[in-house]
């Protein structure tokens, strides 16, 4: 059974930084696509970043220039570094694993609350 488990999420000034971890059991991660989503209140789940096998990177306009997705293959874990956050980063974010589409992958994790004060 494949299992992600998103944490690091919280609450930060704007300006601030946070890290999120999405740790994997059940599939090993180095050879498929992995991707960060989130969904504020009322609001529809977005695309934020995803981070081939091979390592390319594609970000949300919205992102670009102030987060960062990697991944650690030894450790089974990817991450999102967060940085310059804004109040509309405020959202609970979800890592994903395997894409199947655009905005469709097979496995998907709980969600981490991030919460961005003004």
């Known amino acids: 059974q494949v299992q992600l488990v998103e944490s690091g999420g919280g609450l930060v000034q704007a300006g601030g930084s946070l890290r999120l971890s999405c740790v994997t059991s059940g599939r090993t991660i180095s050879s498929i696509t992995m991707g960060w989503f989130r969904q504020a209140p009322g609001k529809e789940r977005e695309f934020v970043a995803r981070?081939?096998?091979?390592?390319?990177?594609v970000y949300a306009d919205s992102v670009e220039g102030r987060f960062t997705i990697s991944r650690d293959n030894a450790k089974n874990t990817g991450y999102l570094q967060m940085n310059s956050l804004k109040p509309e980063d405020t959202a609970v974010y979800y890592c994903?694993?395997?894409?199947?589409?655009?905005?469709?992958?097979?496995?998907w994790g709980q969600g981490t609350q991030v919460t961005v004060s003004s």
């Open positions: 994903a694993l395997r894409r199947l589409g655009p905005t469709t992958y097979e496995y």
């Open positions: 981070i081939a096998g091979g390592g390319s990177t």
